[in-house]
Nanobody
Framework: AVHLEESGGGSVQPGGSLRLSCAAS????????MGWIRQAPGMEREGVAG???????HYAKSVKGRFTISQDSAKNTVYLQMNSLKPEDTAMYYC??????????????????WGQGTQVTVSS
């Protein structure tokens, strides 16, 4: 069975950094798209970063230049390095995976496999 487990969330001041990790199992790592999707209270889910099966990263405009997605195939883990964090980045962050086309890497509605989420709070 596919299993995704996030870690690394927490509280940070504006301008700070966090790195989220997502450990994956149950499928051939690297053969699927993996995405980071966030949801703030009362808001719709937003795909903020994804990496496709060719290892190409994709970013939402809201985080481009501040967030970096990467993967370590030896550890079956995807990371989201978040720099220059803003209060509007506050949300629950979920890792998701599925066999998707590259163009759907940020499409949260396309993913069928999700982790439990990790909270990120940016506040002074």
């Amino acid at each position: 069975a596919v299993h995704l487990e996030e870690s690394g969330g927490g509280s940070v001041q504006p301008g700070g950094s966090l790195r989220l990790s997502c450990a994956a199992s149950g499928y051939t790592f690297g053969s699927w798209c993996m995405g980071w999707i966030r949801q703030a209270p009362g808001m719709e889910r937003e795909g903020v970063a994804g990496i496709d099966s060719d290892g190409v990263p994709h970013y939402a405009k809201s985080v481009k230049g501040r967030f970096t997605i990467s993967q370590d195939s030896a550890k079956n883990t995807v990371y989201l390095q978040m720099n220059s964090l803003k209060p509007e980045d506050t949300a629950m962050y979920y890792c998701a995976a599925d066999l998707l086309r590259s163009r759907d890497a940020l499409s949260h509605t396309k993913y069928n496999y999700w982790g439990q989420g990790t909270q990120v709070t940016v506040s002074s």
